[in-house]
């Protein structure tokens, strides 16, 4: 299994909750597949991931129990998740951590660059333009956009400088047009109040995935993908689960 190569036919036709996805699996028994798959599916696919490579650092190999244990999940739920995308591992024997990751990386689109944009450098967007190391690998900040005059045109500690968010649309020609680079992935980290006339602008200049980390629920047509990182409601549903644990003293 070590080596099998992967060739997406289809490309991601994103939806509000679940999209679809053709792959073929080129080598051992890998074929095409086209599915509806879970927004949790992927969850869980970028949890392998993580633990996957945190295992190659002592083992060669893991089995669906062994990964279900770490995932606090069960072996069948392992197992299911990822024969959704092909038959990767060995009967009794478990899955090879260098080809599943290989794999996994290959499905999450993280093999290769991925260019995005920043708009937004308040405080969350400038946390986010100087620690790039919390993007993960496949993923490169190349803009830089705000509406505050007192920004624009200073540099970022990535050595970007801050563009007036105004000019989103002709960046985004000009990188395809001159670079033949492609940014269709949008980071936005604008004030609540903001959130919506923003994310409607980025998606008239051809942005169609985003990631919103204002508290704002945005309502943008069912093709563009929006994936919310509200940290308060994070840290309410945290919350729930503290003082709703046995351990909890009343």
């Known amino acids: ?7 997406f036919t289809n490309t991601y036709i994103i939806g509000n ?4 996805l053709g792959i073929t699996f080129i080598g051992g028994n890998m074929k095409l597949k086209k599915m509806e798959i879970s927004e949790r599916v992927v ?8 633990i996957l490579k945190e295992a190659r650092k002592r083992d060669d190999e893991i089995n669906s129990i062994e990964l279900a244990k770490i995932m606090n999940t069960t072996s069948a739920q392992v197992r299911k998740d990822l024969s959704t995308f092909g038959e990767f591992g060995v009967r009794g024997k478990g899955y090879d951590i260098d ?28 946390m986010l333009s100087s620690n790039v190391e919390v993007l993960g690998e496949g993923f490169k900040i190349v803009g830089i956009f705000d509406k505050d005059e007192n920004k624009i045109g200073k540099i970022a500690e990535n050595d970007l ?33 903001q959130a919506q006339f923003a994310a409607e602008e980025l998606v008239k200049n051809g942005i ?25 409601a994070k840290l309410q549903e945290l919350n729930f689960w503290r003082i709703n644990s046995p351990n909890e003293k009343i």
């Not at 299994?1 to 060739?7: L, T």
């Not at 909750?17 to 679809?20: F, G, L, T, Y």
């Not at 969850?43 to 993580?50: C, D, M």
């Open 208 to 232: 169609c995935a985003i990631l919103n980390m204002t508290t704002y629920k945005l309502e943008l047509n069912e093709n563009i993908k929006v994936v919310d990182m509200d940290i308060s």
């Open 1 to 7: 299994m070590r080596g099998a190569q992967i060739a």
């Open 43 to 50: 969850q869980r696919l970028t949890e392998y991931l993580s």
């Open 99 to 126: 080809n599943l990751i290989e794999i996994i990386t290959k499905i999450l689109g993280i093999d290769k660059i991925n260019n995005i944009i920043i708009v937004g450098h308040g405080k969350m967007g400038e």
């Open 161 to 193: 400088v801050i563009q007036d968010v105004r000019n989103v649309e002709e960046f985004v020609k000009n990188m395809k047009n001159e670079f033949n680079i492609k940014i269709d992935t949008a980071i936005l980290a604008v004030i609540k109040e």
């Open 17 to 20: 909750e679940k999209s679809r």
